[in-house]
């Protein structure tokens, strides 16, 4: 009960919006047993922005291939079905920035910062896959994304209350807006058909311990999320936030020396890798 009042606040506030034409279309094939190469290479083609970000996403730096990969057949041969869902809905996300100023790029330089983090933690820890933290650290704090799409004026000023209160971003949500942007995630999460990992991240990656009312298989991307956030929180990689919340690695099983190694090959890959992720 509690959480349809809370949905029926959010909905006369916020635009929640559609998952974009071409990534239903693209999601639509990946799910069906049936449908060619072909007919997925077709679809992607008709978007040349999406499809010109897949090839470049192809031929980053994070897959590191030895030869140039020039087309969409070969980009889709080479990183698989499950990792192109991933990219479609990581390419989803870059397209909600309405407008793309310096607020908005800090936001998106966060996400990234999360997602690269949080592959590198995966590897560390060996709790997640790499590419699975690359994504849902991309999609954490699209709930954010989506607020500041509706309410520009607002969470400006949600920012400026932060920074002169010393409070966190989701408390000052909570007080100004009278929900946060974990809930407003957890609706588009939803609404997009988001596969319950990335769900549980977006709503749960401020959250410790993990919820027992939900599924625990989703509790170690959860926690791998959480403390890539605080690390580039810590770092200020994109917003900052003022609060100096201390990193919570002894969650993740790992010791201090392994967290200051760790933070110095992050910062290394996202200084080598920003420009190309952030264009």
């Known amino acids: ?3 349809d009042i809370i949905e029926r606040i959010v909905l006369k ?21 049936h449908a060619s190469l072909n007919a997925l290479e077709e679809i992607i ?9 897949l090839l470049r996403i192809a031929n980053s730096p994070y897959y590191g291939r030895d030869r140039k990969i020039e087309n969409i057949s070969q980009a889709i041969m080479l990183i698989g079905f499950e990792t192109l869902k991933s990219l479609v809905i990581a390419t989803s996300i ?5 407008r793309f100023g310096v607020f908005e790029q800090k936001l998106w330089e966060h996400s990234l910062g999360v997602a690269l983090c949080g592959s590198l933690v995966a590897i560390i820890t ?16 699209v709930g ?9 004026e607002i969470y400006i000023k949600i920012y400026d209350k932060v920074y002169k209160e010393g409070k966190s971003v989701k408390d000052v949500e909570d007080e100004v807006l009278g929900f946060n942007h974990t809930i407003i995630g957890n609706l588009i999460a939803k609404k997009w058909k988001l596969p319950e990992k990335m769900e549980m991240v977006i709503t749960y990656h401020h959250d410790y311990p993990y919820p027992t009312h939900e599924d625990p298989a989703f509790a170690d991307i959860c926690n791998i999320i959480r403390v ?17 919340i201390p990193i919570d690695y002894e ?29």
């Open 13 to 33: 506030t916020i635009d929640i919006p559609p998952l974009p034409p071409v990534a239903m279309k693209v999601m639509g094939l990946i799910h069906d047993d």
């Open 1 to 3: 009960m509690q959480e």
């Open 94 to 98: 870059r397209d909600l920035h309405r």
């Open 228 to 244: 890539s956030d605080q690390i580039c929180l810590k770092l200020g990689i994109g917003v900052k936030d003022p609060i100096d």
């Open 45 to 53: 083609s008709r978007d040349q922005g999406f499809s010109t970000r």
């Open 126 to 141: 060996n709790l997640a896959t790499p590419d699975e933290a690359l994504v849902c650290g991309i999609v954490h704090d």
């Open 251 to 279: 969650s993740l099983g790992i010791t201090e020396d392994a967290l200051n190694e760790l933070i110095g090959l992050f910062k290394i890959k996202f200084d080598d890798q920003k420009d190309f992720l952030l264009s």
């Open 144 to 152: 954010k994304t989506v607020i500041n799409n509706t309410l520009p």
